[in-house]
Structure formats: C-alpha cells, structure tokens
C-alpha cells in the first residue's frame, strides 16, 4: 500500500492468515453441530469486537473485499435507505451500519474531558487499481501514515492515513473518518452510504494512527450490494449457469427417463446407478441455483439451503467417480461382483465425501470475501491426491478389463470399453490442462482484479463432470438387447452372439464354423466306412 503492490498484498494475506484459523474451527463446529449454527454473513459482513492488527505505523483492521459493478441508479447518501428500497435493482453501494468502535479504558483516561476530537478511526475504500495512492511516497516507502516530516511537505494531516487524491477523481479512493470525544470509550459511525460509480474490485479498510488507541475492537456490519442484487461480483454469473445446468440435467434425466422406459424390461444394474447419478446432478444444480437466487435477493446465505447444496454436491462427486470406478472395473460387464475390493472400495469414497464436504463448507459458509485461497489450501490437497488416487485406479482397473476383453475376445464389449477409456482419457488432459490455467491464472492475479472471469473456474469442473455422464449415457443407453453388454459365461456362445455385429469377428467365428462342418463330414465318413466294414465281417462269417 505504501507506493508499490508488495505491502498492500501483505496487508492483506496477513488477515487472511489471521482469520483462517479461526473460520477452520468455525467449520469444525459446523460438521460436526450442524443445529449450532448461526446464519453467516455474506454480502453483509458482519463485525463482532474484533481487533486491529499493526502494519508499518498504522493499525487495520480488513472489512472486506468484493467486486462491484458501477451503479444504474443514483443513491442519495444523505439519505436513510427503507427495507423497500434494498431490494429495488440498479443500485450499487456500501453501506455503514452500527459500526462502533471501542477503545481501552486505559487510553480513554489520558484524554482531556473537554476535547472533542481525542481519536480518529478511518474507514478507507479503495479500489484495488487505485492501490499505489494509499501509503507514503517512494522515499517514505514504511510509511502508511502522515508522519510530522511529511506534513511539513504538505503532503499529509498528522494521524491521518495518506492518501493521494486525483483531482479528476477526488473521491477515490474514499475516506470516511470518526472521532473519539472526550473520554468516551466508545464512538459509533454515522449510517453512511456510499455509491459505487465505477466497476471493479474494492477493499475496505478500518485504520488508525494513534498508538494509543492499541486495543481498539470494531463491531457492526457493513452491506454491499450490486445492481441486480447482492451477490459479489465474481459469483454473480455462476447464479444464471447453475440455472443453465439445472435445464442441462432435466434434460438428460428425461431422455433417459423415456429410454428406460422404452426398455425397463431389460435394464441392468449398472444402469440403475447411472440413474442415481443424474438424478443427484439435478438435485444439486437447482440446490445451487435456489442458493444464489436468495442469497442475491436478500444478502444472507440460506444456511438450510447451503448446508444441502455442499451435501449433494459432496455426494454427487464421490458417487461419480465410484461409478467411474465401477465401470472401469467391468462390473456388470465382465465381472458379476467387486470380490476383495469392496472394502477399499467403501473406505476410499468415505474418505473422499469427508474431505469434499469439509471443503465446500470452508468455500461456502461463513462471510464470503474474494481473498479465500489460504482458506481452502489445507483441504485441496487432501482432496486433490483423493482424486490422484480415484484416477490411477481407474486407469489401472480399465487396463485390466480391456486385457480380459482381449483374450476372450469379446470384440463388442472391447470396442466399448476403447470409446469409453478414450474419452476419459481426453477428460484427464482437459483437467491437467485446466489445473494448470486455473494455478496461473491465482498466481496472476493475487488481488482478484480478473474476478469478472473468475466463475468460469468452477464452471468448468461442473461442465466437464456433465460431458462425461452424458458420454457414460449414451454408451450404456438401454436397449432390447441388454446381455450384448452385461456379463454372462464366455462361452463359444456369447463369441457368436458379439461376433454378429462386427466383421472382423464374423468372419472369424464363419471360418471356425466352416472347420466345424468339415469335422462333422469327417466324423460321418468314417461312421460311413465303419459300418461298411461291420457288414462284411457280418457277411463272411455266415459264409
């Protein structure tokens, strides 16, 4: 913040690493109690005595970050908003609420009585572009707020943080200031609202200079609002794609609604859990689209509705890739049964839903702040090897049941098998490829200042998981010929039944035919002979 980037991004990693701790435990208690909980900010970020904590020879305390769009209708700031005029759209705003300050008793006793301003607290809102105009000049680099030296350059108020205004843009970034008075402990900010007239992501920031005000607690909210509502920024767009993905999954479960139908007579077990599957997808897109239409409607998350959504969505991954699991494995196909694995297979996705679920309550409960990615390293990682290990397995499994396919030569269920390991192995070079976007893309851009594009991160994952279940779809459809794909003895039988469909095996299984009728004329022949020389012996013992 003081003339280059470097102190303002560690001014604001430290709060993160300094909160991330306290929202882990937070979500503990959440996995575990879930009838504990209390409804989480968001939107609103809500302020419970908190402290400040020292950076240079200032005190901060963060009040949060979001991305905001430039408002479409003009908010008078002199003027007390109604519960009416929350909702209506086009605004775009910050709003102070009963943001109160509380310092040491200790330091409110040095004050003189009769002195009116005897401590200042400022909140600082800046966008993050505009962050090189907050802090000292490039000679006074440590220095985030005016010290005598630089107000004798004019530059700067003693006690005031520094700020160099533009004169074309004299409201950015914005000061709000509040004073102690007298020996108060406490001072409370005016119901403020201040307009956003230009998009892009903003931090807020409560500061003091005074060391004497060392121990001062915040408490109270704050409200940020968009103009269509009050999802951040970033999480704006997802709103109208989980809406899409929820047509998406309606649309897949009622074609495959309608082939099941067709052909319920003849549907395999296999096909049940594809079943499960889509009707999991759908339940969890429209959990997640209802969410971010309340949330967008009234600033608070809906904690039953959340709760929920994480729930599916943690259920839905661990089902998909057991099922991926499964499939690999030739369960159904050439296997009637898992056997010995069905242990490790239960323990490794029991494992995977615990480590899902605990990482989608950190993402999603609790104030939502563009700034999260310390907050979720401790569980993607965990979650990320999981995966490493659902992929090796598959893999290694699919090797195995294409070897077996193979040997006994059931060339329609080996074609089926190719198909579905090279579209599964097109999803994994997607997904390193898009592992790899997504890690620059967090490391370019530390401030969030691309979070117009940030949605697209999960939305790829979503997208890809849905491409991959329509693949699985359509090469086990139902049809009136269920036993092609399902397992049965190998048998010379079941070669010959597989063998109609391809040439290649056709014109093995004519040739083995041909070599059949040949033996048979063989066999009759020497029958033939046989008999002939039976009746001569006959003939010349009666002679």
Not at 60 to 88: C, I, R, T
Not at 359 to 377: C, S
Not at 475 to 486: E, G, M, Q
Request: aromatic share 14%; glycine share 8%.
């Amino acid at each position: 913040m003081m003339g280059n980037n470097r102190e303002f991004i560690c001014l604001s990693y430290d709060l993160i690493g300094n909160g991330y701790f306290q929202k882990l435990t937070f979500v503990v208690l959440i996995y575990f109690s879930c009838f504990a909980i209390n409804q989480g900010g968001a939107s609103i970020h809500e302020y419970q005595n908190q402290s400040f904590f020292r950076r240079s020879n200032s005190f901060f305390f963060h009040g949060g970050s979001e991305g905001l769009y430039a408002s479409k209708l003009h908010v008078d700031p002199d003027k007390k908003p109604s519960p009416e005029e929350n909702h209506l759209n086009g605004k775009s705003f910050i709003r102070f609420e009963s943001i109160t300050f509380r310092r040491p008793k200790e330091s409110a006793e040095k004050k003189n009585e009769m002195q009116q301003k005897t401590g200042l607290v400022e909140a600082i809102i800046v966008e993050v572009k505009d962050r090189e105009k907050i802090g000292g000049s490039y000679l006074h680099s440590a220095a985030i707020c005016c010290t005598p030296d630089l107000s004798k350059e004019g530059s700067c108020n003693v006690g005031e943080v520094i700020i160099h205004q533009d004169p074309n843009y004299p409201y950015n970034p914005q000061r709000i200031q509040t004073f102690f008075e007298g020996k108060t402990e406490e001072t409370t900010m005016l119901l403020q609202t201040v307009e956003i007239n230009h998009t892009g992501m903003y931090y807020l920031y409560f500061m003091f200079c005074d060391p004497e005000l060392m121990g001062t607690t915040i408490s109270g909210r704050t409200v940020w609002r968009n103009p269509d509502g009050y999802l951040p920024g970033k999480m704006a767009p997802l709103m109208t794609y989980f809406g899409l993905m929820s047509l998406a999954y309606l649309g897949l479960g009622l074609v495959w609604f309608l082939w099941s139908v067709q052909y319920w007579k003849d549907i395999i077990q296999l096909q049940y859990h594809i079943t499960a599957v889509i009707g999991l997808g759908m339940c969890e897109m429209a959990l997640w689209y209802f969410e971010y239409a309340n949330f967008n409607a009234t600033g608070n998350r809906p904690m039953g509705i959340t709760l929920w959504a994480v729930t599916f969505t943690a259920v839905k991954k661990t089902v998909s890739r057991l099922l991926l699991l499964v499939v690999s494995m030739g369960y159904g196909v050439v296997r009637p049964t898992l056997g010995g694995v069905i242990l490790k297979f239960l323990l490794l996705g029991l494992t995977y839903f615990v480590f899902s679920e605990a990482l989608g309550l950190v993402e999603n409960l609790g104030n939502i702040d563009d700034l999260t990615g310390k907050a979720r390293l401790f569980l993607v990682l965990p979650v990320s090897l999981l995966d490493a290990c659902f992929i090796i397995w598959i893999f290694s499994a699919l090797s195995q049941t294409l070897e077996k396919l193979q040997i006994r030569r059931s060339m329609a269920k080996f074609a089926l098998y190719r198909k579905f390991t090279n579209s599964l192995a097109i999803s994994v070079l997607l997904s390193i490829a898009w592992v790899g976007y997504e890690l620059y893309f967090n490391a370019a851009d530390p401030l969030s200042e691309l979070w117009q594009r940030a949605w697209i991160i999960p939305a790829f994952w979503n997208l890809l998981a849905f491409v991959l279940l329509v693949v699985i779809c359509s090469l086990w459809a139902p049809s009136n010929n269920p036993t092609r794909y399902a397992y049965s003895e190998e048998t010379g039988d079941e070669l010959e039944d597989e063998g109609i469909s391809l040439t290649s095996s056709s014109v093995l299984l004519a040739g083995e035919s041909a070599n059949k009728q040949l033996e048979r004329k063989e066999r009759r022949a020497s029958n033939a002979d046989l008999f002939r020389l039976g009746e001569e012996v006959e003939e010349d013992k009666r002679e």
